[in-house]
């Protein structure tokens, strides 16, 4: 059964570091790998997908890479901003279909 | 392009009544979609699967008789929480996807807070 945690649970930065959130998976016979952020008492938003063949993706500020034969994803912020502030999770198909396996999230706040 | 909506956004009921939620997806066909529960601080869990015409997929510990859905067009999907109480009370988010369109991705709607009395 594919499992998926996330660290750290929370994390609170000033405004400008880069900063870096982690995921790891227990079934590395993963096809793809996402990033969401979700703000509170919102929906979720696409950030980042990462196929099984890729090692990482980019989208402006983000980057996320992916080693699926150590289970782990990162995701990595640069130059943080207040904006930033939400919840970031992470997900992978579970159980050989469409279906995602999501992590707790971890809860980011950027200070002005 | 690809937007989900879900209304109602929140509701607030009585313990032992019926709710209905619903989830469209606005500018596509979705040929799947698929219900998630969150409860505070957790993760998003899947409740079940559901393809235009055929009946949902429930995934393990999931009440189907509870938690009633039905996808009866391409464009739309219902979960109706039936007899709900107080432990019912959570987010419920849908998402839709169509494997033509883009195999590997759902998109999620808003979601729905129920909250129940």
């Known amino acids: 059964k594919q499992e998926v945690t996330q660290i750290p649970a929370a994390l609170s930065v000033p405004e400008g570091e880069n900063l870096v959130l982690n995921c790891s998976f227990t079934?590395?016979?993963?096809?793809?790998l996402q990033w969401f952020r979700q703000d509170p008492g919102k929906g979720l938003t696409s950030l980042l997908l990462?196929?099984?063949?890729?090692r990482e993706q980019t989208s402006g500020r983000l980057n996320a890479s992916l080693d699926k034969s150590s289970g782990r994803s990162t995701l990595y912020i640069a130059a943080s901003q207040p904006g930033d502030s939400a919840t970031y999770l992470c997900a992978v198909p579970g159980g050989g279909s469409e279906k995602l396996v999501f992590g707790k999230g971890t809860k980011l706040t950027v200070n002005p | 392009g690809a937007v989900v909506s879900q209304h109602p956004s929140w509701v607030i009921c009585k313990s032992g009544t019926s709710v209905k939620i619903e989830c469209r997806s606005l500018?596509?066909?979705?040929?799947?979609m698929f219900w998630y529960r969150q409860f505070p601080k957790q993760s998003l869990m899947l409740m079940a699967t559901s393809n235009e015409g055929s009946k949902a997929t429930y995934e393990q510990g999931v009440e189907k008789d509870k938690f009633l859905i039905n996808h009866a067009s391409l464009t739309l999907s219902t979960l109706t929480v039936t007899s709900a109480h107080p432990e019912d009370s959570s987010f419920y988010i849908c998402s839709a996807s169509r494997r033509e369109l883009s195999p590997d991705t759902q998109y999620f709607g808003p979601g729905t807070r129920l909250t129940v009395l």
């Open positions: 500018d596509f066909q979705a040929t799947t």
């Open positions: 079934d590395s016979a993963i096809y793809n």
């Open positions: 990462i196929q099984s063949s890729q």
